[in-house]
């Protein structure tokens, strides 16, 4: 029941009272209540969903770089095929170049001259021709490694070819440091393809 200002007691929903005719603010006042009501649900609602939709966001962002970081970590199938690829053709070389400088460490420490000669030579042809046909390699950190190790070889196999030829310039300080570089970067380099061969990050 609505009541008007005088107290007079009215069917609810009337606007003016049945006795003295006054406006009744009841029906005003009820249908405010049941506006904001309905506004408080509202508001409720949307705050669930809000929530829902952090916590939900939350977790497909913590997916996301669980996935991101497992990509990161793990070559792709692309990536093992192309490694597989290249190794299949240039890892004979690599293997060749690791056994030259083998070859000229012994010829050097064992005063085999006419080793040397040979080893310098082989040395060379793979460290200038052989070796970086194949680079750079589909492992930009496998590339730098190899890089390094011909550059240091080919240096290497220059100074030695000259020494023999009769050069006066004494270098060979440097070119064992050239030839232990180029031993370093090999055997770096040969780990890392063996690593990547059997699909490790």
Not at 48 to 56: D, M, S
Not at 87 to 110: C, F, P, R
Not at 135 to 141: A, H, I, K, V
């Amino acid at each position: 029941m609505a009541e008007c200002p005088d107290g007079h007691p009215n069917p609810a929903g009337w606007e003016f009272c049945n006795e003295c005719g006054a406006p009744i603010d009841a029906a005003a006042d009820e249908l405010e209540r049941r506006y904001w009501g309905r506004t408080r649900w509202a508001i409720a609602g949307i705050g669930v969903l809000v929530a829902i939709a952090v916590i939900g966001g939350g977790s497909v962002l913590a997916v996301t770089l669980d996935e991101r970081r497992s990509a990161s970590s793990t070559p792709s199938n692309a990536d093992q095929s192309a490694i597989d690829e290249w190794a299949a053709v240039a890892g004979a070389h690599v293997t060749e170049m690791e056994n030259v400088l083998e070859d000229t460490q012994n010829a050097l420490d064992s005063f085999d001259r006419r080793g040397l000669q040979t080893a310098c030579e082989n040395l060379h042809e793979v460290a200038a021709v052989d070796l970086p046909a194949h680079l750079p390699s589909p492992d930009p950190d496998l590339t730098s490694e190899l890089t390094a190790a011909a550059e240091d070889a080919h240096t290497a196999a220059h100074m030695c070819l000259a020494t023999m030829a009769g050069s006066t310039n004494n270098s060979s300080s440097e070119f064992v440091t050239h030839v232990d570089e180029a031993v370093r970067n090999v055997a770096a380099a040969q780990l890392r393809i063996k690593r990547a061969l059997r699909g490790d990050s």
